[in-house]
């Protein structure tokens, strides 16, 4: 008897063990985001103001976005653009472009929607924290960039169809040389290639900073057109 429960104390050990080695093992993935979530960049009603320009040109009139609510992280974000504000030919492919995205990348939690007013809505999710942004923009799931990691780390997503779409840092200089309205800032510089597959983009390239998060965005599409964001997080200066 004594031999058969040491047997069975020695089995339920190695199981207990082989879970804990799981566990740690699922914890330290690389969509796996940490670090404190209630911080200054996502506090309810924070706003970020973004400025648009297109191949090159003048800046288009603005718009921002709002931290609509904070769950542990999980932040919602709202935005609103009067698209009778921009030139006919943006807006049209706007109106064109869009769909094709989401209908190939199947994102989860954004929604938009234009009023016959001509009234741009658009509601998404991001994962926030002090150590990095994830999103779900690829199938529903996590692709996360972390502030912490140096050149050449690869970021990856598998798609559902078995696809593996790869971001990478390709510049991170640890100086404050990124301009930031009146100062410089330190960022990291991520690069994605889409597949030849994206009916709209060829590439997106975008840098984030510890502090202010996303702070720049340039979108290259198939057919020439380079699309550039411009994110201020004023309230924290």
């Known amino acids: 008897m004594k031999a058969i429960i040491k ?3 020695t089995v339920m050990f190695i199981l207990m063990a082989l879970f804990a080695m799981h566990a740690c093992k699922k914890e330290s993935g690389p969509n796996v985001l940490g670090g404190e ?3 200054p960049l996502t506090q309810k009603d924070s706003v970020t103001d973004i400025y648009f320009t297109v191949n090159g040109g003048g800046s288009l009139p603005g718009a921002t976005i709002k931290v609509l609510s904070n769950d542990n992280g999980m932040v919602t974000y709202g935005a609103t ?3 009778n504000a921009y030139p006919d030919s943006v807006v049209n492919n706007l109106v064109t472009m869009v769909p094709q995205l989401i209908t190939y990348y199947n994102p989860k939690d954004l929604t938009w929607s234009i009023s016959p007013s001509g009234v741009l809505s658009v509601q998404f999710k991001l994962k926030i924290t002090s150590e990095g942004i994830q999103n779900y923009f690829v199938d529903g799931k996590p692709w996360t960039v972390k502030y912490a990691d140096g050149v050449g780390t690869d970021y990856t997503v598998t798609r559902d169809n078995g696809d593996v779409l790869t971001a990478t840092i390709t510049e ?3 100086q404050d040389d ?3 309205s009146f100062w ?3 960022t990291s510089k991520v690069e994605y290639n889409a597949p030849a597959s994206d009916p709209v983009l060829s590439k997106v390239t ?4 510890h502090k202010f998060g996303l702070v720049y965005l340039k979108a290259e599409g198939k057919d020439g057109r380079v699309v550039e964001l411009d994110l201020f997080a004023w309230f924290l200066l």
């Not at 975008?206 to 900073?209: I, K, P, S």
């Open 178 to 180: 990124w301009p930031y």
């Open 206 to 209: 975008f840098r984030v900073n």
């Open 172 to 174: 991170k200089t640890g």
């Open 37 to 39: 979530t209630n911080i």
């Open 81 to 83: 653009v009067d698209l």
């Open 7 to 9: 047997k069975s104390g």
């Open 184 to 186: 410089n800032i330190k």
